[in-house]
């Protein structure tokens, strides 16, 4: 997917460049019972109603997909690719043609509809969006949804994220995180990712272009303390010169 530089129509959409959706599916609730609501107090006390983290509020009316990152045996079919609005990175719904039921993972780059995908311990080959342990993969693979321990994944689930094996043995492994740094693992038995880069890489050149799109993503608009009254912020009445700066 590319991105999209919008024409100057509105003053809005002068500087605002977005991702192209066209191969994402416009009905994301095609399944009812992969969604749930989710209760919101965000930046308030759920007691008493004060706002305790500035800047955050609940933003646009959202559902919840409920991701599946078991890593159980399975060979799987995506059926579409879908958005998602609590993450950047895209989910796939696929159907689990061994156990018979549907589902929705995070999507890989370059795995589009009619794709199959294969979670196994053990696998003959190695495909896009195929999920393994890490001892089956060689050096140099790039990989995401990297999970430790049989435990929830933890590594490379932003858009356009990846570890990169550098270097792997016997029983020895080390990888590159997104965050640069360098993770060296030891039971590679009990560690499973899945080959390729997470989808949505271009999430990185978006330019928002107004504050309207900030206000629906449930971020509220930030104010300088000097530019508050004495009673709203300590550096408020301009009288904050000779202090160190703090917060409210």
Not at 62 to 90: A, E, H, V
Not at 106 to 120: A, D, I, R
Not at 145 to 151: F, G, I, P
């Amino acid at each position: 997917m590319h991105t999209l530089k919008l024409k100057p129509t509105t003053p809005g959409c002068r500087h605002q460049i977005v991702v192209n959706k066209n191969l994402l599916n416009r009905n994301g609730n095609c399944l009812k019972e992969l969604v749930s609501k989710i209760h919101q107090h965000v930046g308030r006390s759920s007691q008493t109603g004060r706002i305790t983290v500035r800047h955050k509020s609940v933003g646009h009316k959202k559902l919840y997909r409920r991701i599946n990152f078991i890593n159980s045996k399975s060979n799987s079919i995506i059926l579409t690719n879908l958005y998602d609005p609590y993450r950047n990175s895209f989910i796939s719904l696929r159907f689990d043609l061994l156990n018979k039921f549907f589902d929705l993972v995070l999507m890989t780059e370059f795995n589009y509809p009619g794709t199959l995908n294969q979670s196994k311990y053990k696998l003959s080959e190695l495909k896009l969006g195929f999920r393994t342990l890490l001892i089956n993969f060689t050096a140099g693979s790039l990989v995401h949804s990297l999970t430790l321990n049989q435990n929830k994944t933890i590594y490379a689930r932003s858009a356009g994220t990846f570890c990169k094996l550098v270097q792997k043995t016997k029983n020895f492994a080390k990888l590159k995180l997104p965050s640069g740094k360098f993770l060296e693992l030891e039971n590679l038995d009990s560690s499973v990712a899945t080959l390729g880069v997470m989808s949505n890489s271009k999430d990185n050149q978006k330019i928002i272009g107004k504050a309207g799109k900030n206000r629906l993503r449930g971020v509220r608009p930030s104010v300088r303390g000097i530019a508050m009254n004495p009673v709203d912020h300590p550096h408020g009445g301009r009288t904050n010169g000779g202090i160190h700066p703090v917060t409210p």
